[in-house]
């Protein structure tokens, strides 16, 4: 079971910013072997949107956020971060973060399970 509470979301103009932020249990931490951030708009699929290793050395993002949004740990608060810049109206959705891998260079939840998530509504 994934224990995780995310926060930090809301409603931005086009071009705005925020900072999500994503506070894990300890077993929820170490379980992964990487943090990661998910989003599911209304109507779509939930996809990826970037990961970072523990250790924070190594990141992996979607190409629709590539550039824009940045992702960060705190490896002692088992929290982490996702800025997100120059935001669009399609990054709308609900935010979740969950434990992850990568296969093929892509960041896939290592559960089925989420947290409550934050949503972001970004207007034009």
């Known amino acids: 079971q994934v224990e995780v509470v995310e926060s930090g979301g809301g409603s931005v103009q086009a071009g705005g910013s925020l900072r999500l932020s994503c506070v894990a249990s300890t077993s929820t931490w170490y379980s992964g072997g990487c943090m990661g951030w998910f989003r599911q708009a209304p109507g779509k699929q939930r996809e990826a949107v970037a990961g970072i290793y523990a250790g924070g050395g190594t990141t992996v993002y979607s190409d629709s956020v590539k550039g824009r949004f940045t992702i960060s740990q705190d490896n002692a608060k088992f929290t982490v971060y996702l800025q997100m810049s120059r935001v669009q109206p399609e990054d709308t959705a609900m935010y979740y973060c969950?434990?992850?891998?990568?296969?093929?260079?892509?960041?896939?939840?290592?559960?089925?399970?989420w947290g409550q998530g934050t949503q972001v509504t970004v207007s034009s």
């Open positions: 969950a434990p992850c891998k990568v296969v093929a260079g892509s960041v896939t939840p290592f559960f089925g399970s």
